[in-house]
């Protein structure tokens, strides 16, 4: 069965610790991975994403994830992270060609100020 | 700017209530969806469609209807409100050619 499954629920962290969060994804064929940020109060937006191409891709606020086919993973790193960055961050996946997005469980990042 | 809104915000209501959520898109996507949101198991499909006319069954659809007579709404029907109903519900459309979503500001339902 299609899944994503995201290695820690909750994570605390100092301002300017690293940060790297796990995901996983079980596929068949090709996909489509994203990763969404939800901050406190807000609906979810789209951090960053990975096509085709270069497995190391960038997106807002500094974030990066890199997809590693052999490992079936896409993790999301930050060199440093800020206070502003407390938020909860999905993991998603979307077979190529296909319409239906699978989440992760979320991770819920608390950065002390 | 195009955008999905969704209303109400809040809603508290009683247990074997009907209850509809509304979704409304200004992207013209086809494909919409609705997820709910529970602590511990991220976001759920509910119901999508892929167009006018088009309904699907997600993963947790017991409970729920979607009927979509236009490209821009898509209602979120409850036939009987349950407590295990409670939640948070996020109402989605996609670019058909990268498949990114993009998301309502969700509506919170409290089944009493």
């Known amino acids: 069965a299609q899944s994503v499954s995201q290695h820690n629920h909750h994570v605390i962290l100092s301002e300017a610790a690293s940060l790297e969060l796990g995901c996983n994804y079980s596929y068949g064929g090709t996909v489509n991975l994203f990763w969404y940020v939800q901050y406190p109060g807000q609906h979810l937006q789209l951090l960053l994403k990975y096509f085709s191409g270069d497995p190391l891709v960038k997106g807002i606020k500094g974030f990066e994830a890199e997809f590693i086919k052999s490992k079936f993973s896409f993790n999301l790193r930050k060199p440093s992270v800020q206070w502003s960055d407390t938020a909860e961050y999905f993991c998603?996946?979307?077979?190529?060609?296909?319409?239906?997005?699978?989440f992760g469980a979320g991770t819920r990042l608390f950065v002390k100020a | 700017d195009a955008e999905i809104t969704q209303s109400p915000r809040h809603k508290i209501t009683e247990t074997g209530r009907q209850v509809t959520l509304a979704c409304h898109q200004t992207w013209n996507h086809n494909n919409m969806f609705w997820y709910r949101q529970d602590l511990g198991h991220g976001l759920r499909l509910i119901h999508y469609?892929?167009?006018?006319?088009?309904?699907n069954k997600g993963e947790v659809s017991d409970g729920y209807s979607v009927s979509r007579s236009n490209t821009e709404d898509l209602p979120l029907t409850l036939e009987s409100a349950a407590s295990s109903q409670t939640s948070v519900y996020f109402c989605?459309?996609?670019?058909?050619?990268?498949?990114?979503?993009?998301f309502g500001e969700g509506s919170r339902l409290t089944v009493l």
């Open positions: 989605a459309s996609s670019d058909r050619v990268t498949g990114e979503l993009f």
């Open positions: 469609s892929y167009g006018v006319q088009d309904t």
């Open positions: 998603a996946a979307l077979n190529t060609g296909g319409f239906k997005t699978i």
